[in-house]
């Protein structure tokens, strides 16, 4: 019996041992917390995966990983940064930081959810288990109250998800996914009053270049050959935008995205390479040294260091480094302007000189000063290497600024005396040009005298070709009814003769039977042909006076087609008298409900003279030359519309350039060979449509494939002023 009651207090001390946990040698104890805050490095448990229940206080974590998480991300495992993760802290606070409030700053390249005794505390970002869609939150967060009472063990658990960077960052794996660091209440206000000391600094230093980029720029704009002030004011301006800029990154929580804050971050940069850079450019223009390759350098080699920057963005120590190394390129180029231009003993340069080395020493100060502890920081030392180069050129600047005025009074007080001596010697000339002005009156009269007699010349000039042009249409006209005279005119006379035997023969008055009543027939036949070509030659005459009178210049209504019929028959027959081998097929598509048009029959008939000429010479030049398959067409065409009646006159010929479409209806423009034409026919046919009738007319041509002259003439257009 003695032995069961053992065996059964036995079994309930093991459940009771295997129901509380033995203590955490892992466990974290706090004593004392340094100034600048206690880094917790040790203590951390880690496992990958995600289950709730990691957060409780009571769960055993013996079995995890042991790690410690601000080293480098390429330290750690990498399931770490996988995928999601628990990370647990168990600690103590000890006596000497009893009823401290404690507060825990947390930094980290993840979206995390932070458990205190297995309830949520903080959570920041969003957790997903792949990484590449894990949203991090951009802007650091508040620090975190920690309970402090003394000798009470508590469990910091930590749900993790790592964010992972794009690839092309190439510092991602230099640091670490997770910072935690302790403060006390008193050290978190002295670093934030140090915070807002530095911010108000800054915010000092960006009014003091913002002042020096306006003040300079004001020096250019009276004075702009000093280009030296011009380059000062970039160089100011850029280091105003680089100081507000890196202030605003310092102290800001309004980022909504990670490149957000990187593309600030850049920015920054950016305009402070380009200071640098700029302070380069204006050392050069204030010593009158052209920039060469050492400059040209510096530019690539800030596109190096920017570019570096932006691959390592996350790694501050390369990026500071690379910097800072860029930053001593252009200082050394400087202090080699500088000292070249004390060889040279240029004036003022004593206070440059002064300017840098107030700079360089300062610097060298503030950093031995913050190395050995005297100083929390560097920021009002680095502002002095910054402002006492800049108020060094700025003083010089002014200084030859005012040697410049005081050179001007000099040059001034030269130039009144010269204005004494250059008026008396104006007086003089202006006496001289008077009578020049004399003299040049009478010559411009007598120029004018004879530019008004050749001006009234070659107007007689013109109005005598004009009178050519009339009389070469008349000629044409002339010949083309004598061609159709001569024909009926043979006839007749054969005609004549004939019957005029056959009457001899007749011998008598009696009535003829047998052989003369065969005569008597033959007779009266050709009588009757007599008649009808001497009707033909009387039409033809009719016509060609209708034509070749000069009219009254009266509107009359006029059908339009019969006009363009005579006139289609004169011209072609005038060409073909001319040259009787020539043949052309002809095709008129005239609108048989064409109303009648108020015109002058006389001018208008000249225009599609005019028209129908140069279209039969247009086919007869491309016959001439030989083209095998040609065959010469000339094709007219009427119609009516609501803008009026349209005479459309289309030929197969060589057609017309561009440029000679552009000049076709200028006065005496002509593409006839010398001796043929005297280029006012299209001009005046041109002011007869568009001047005397209201009308237009174009031309359409491509060359190889022929032209088509358009004339459009309203059904109501003005009345008509006959051309003189």
Not at 575 to 594: C, N, V
Not at 650 to 678: C, H, L, R, W, Y
Request: aromatic share 8%; net charge positive.
């Amino acid at each position: 019996m003695r032995f069961v009651f053992l065996l059964a207090a036995v079994w309930l001390l093991a459940l009771l041992a295997r129901a509380t946990p033995s203590p955490d040698t892992a466990a974290l104890r706090l004593n004392r917390l340094p100034a600048d805050g206690l880094e917790l490095q040790r203590g951390w448990r880690y496992h990958p995966g995600d289950n709730p229940a990691w957060a409780r206080p009571d769960f055993d974590d013996r079995a995890w990983d042991t790690l410690n998480p601000a080293r480098p991300r390429r330290a750690l495992p990498a399931r770490l940064t996988a995928g999601l993760g628990w990370l647990r802290l168990r600690y103590a606070v000890g006596d000497s930081l009893r009823r401290r409030a404690l507060l825990l700053q947390i930094s980290g390249n993840g979206a995390m959810e932070l458990y205190l005794d297995g309830r949520l505390v903080r959570r920041d970002g969003t957790l997903h288990p792949d990484p590449t869609r894990v949203q991090i939150n951009p802007n650091t967060p508040e620090p975190l109250a920690l309970p402090g009472a003394s000798g009470q063990g508590y469990v910091l658990a930590v749900r993790f998800a790592p964010y992972e960077p794009p690839p092309w960052q190439l510092g991602r794996d230099a640091y670490p996914p997770l910072s935690f660091r302790l403060f006390t209440a008193p050290d978190v206000r002295r670093q934030t009053a140090e915070r807002t000391r530095a911010g108000t600094q800054f915010l000092v230093l960006t009014g003091l270049f913002g002042l020096l980029t306006l003040l300079h720029l004001v020096f250019f704009r009276f004075n702009p050959t000093r280009r030296a002030n011009l380059y000062f004011g970039f160089y100011a301006g850029s280091l105003a935008l680089c100081v507000w800029t890196h202030s605003y990154f310092a102290g800001t929580t309004d980022f909504s995205s990670v490149a957000q804050s990187i593309a600030l971050q850049l920015v920054g940069n950016g305009l402070q390479f380009l200071s640098y850079l700029w302070a380069v450019r204006a050392l050069y223009a204030l010593f009158g040294y052209r920039p060469g390759r050492l400059y040209h350098g510096l530019w690539g080699a800030a596109g190096l260091v920017l570019a570096w920057n932006t691959l390592y963005v996350f790694n501050d120590y390369l990026s500071s480094i690379a910097a800072i190394a860029f930053g001593g390129l252009a200082l050394a180029e400087q202090l080699r302007l500088t000292a070249k231009a004390w060889r040279e003993r240029q004036r003022g340069i004593w206070i440059i000189g002064t300017g840098f080395a107030v700079g360089l020493l300062s610097f060298l100060v503030g950093f031995a000063l913050v190395l050995t502890g005297v100083l929390p920081n560097v920021l009002p030392f680095l502002a002095l290497s910054y402002l006492a180069p800049a108020l060094g050129i700025s003083l010089f600047l002014a200084r030859e600024f005012a040697l410049d005025a005081q050179q001007l009074l000099v040059k001034l007080e030269e130039v009144e005396k010269l204005s004494v001596r250059a008026l008396a010697q104006e007086q003089e000339k202006q006496a001289l040009l008077a009578q020049q002005n004399e003299t040049l009156e009478t010559q411009v009269q007598q120029r004018t005298a004879q530019l008004e007699q050749s001006l009234a010349d070659l107007q007689a000039a013109q109005a005598q070709l004009v009178q050519q042009e009339k009389m070469a249409f008349l000629g044409e006209l002339t010949a083309g009814i004598a061609h159709e005279l001569q024909n009926p005119l043979t006839f007749m006379k054969n005609f004549a003769e004939v019957s005029t035997e056959l009457v001899d023969e007749m011998g008598g008055p009696r009535p003829a039977a047998g052989l003369e009543g065969e005569i008597l027939a033959g007779l009266k036949q050709n009588l009757r042909e007599i008649s009808q070509h001497g009707q033909r030659a009387t039409a033809i005459i009719a016509g060609m006076l209708e034509h070749a009178r000069a009219g009254t210049g009266q509107r009359v209504p006029t059908p339009l087609n019969a006009l363009v019929e005579d006139s289609l028959r004169l011209a072609y027959q005038g060409l073909r008298a001319q040259d009787r081998d020539f043949r052309a097929h002809l095709t008129t598509a005239l609108d048989p409900a064409l109303p009648l048009v108020a015109v002058v029959p006389q001018d208008v008939g000249r225009v599609l003279i005019n028209l129908l000429t140069n279209a039969f010479h247009a086919v007869r030049q491309r016959q001439q030359a030989g083209e095998a398959g040609y065959r010469p067409e000339v094709h007219v065409h009427t119609s009516a519309g609501p803008g009026g009646v349209e005479i459309r006159i289309a030929d197969n010929g060589p057609g017309m350039s561009a440029a000679v479409q552009a000049k076709i209806f200028q006065p005496f423009f002509t593409t006839k060979p010398a001796g043929e034409g005297t280029g006012l026919g299209l001009s005046l046919s041109h002011d007869i449509i568009t001047q005397g009738h209201g009308g237009t007319l174009g031309v359409e041509s491509r060359e190889g494939q022929g032209t088509t002259f358009s004339v459009t003439l309203p059904l109501n257009g003005p009345v008509y002023s006959r051309l003189k």
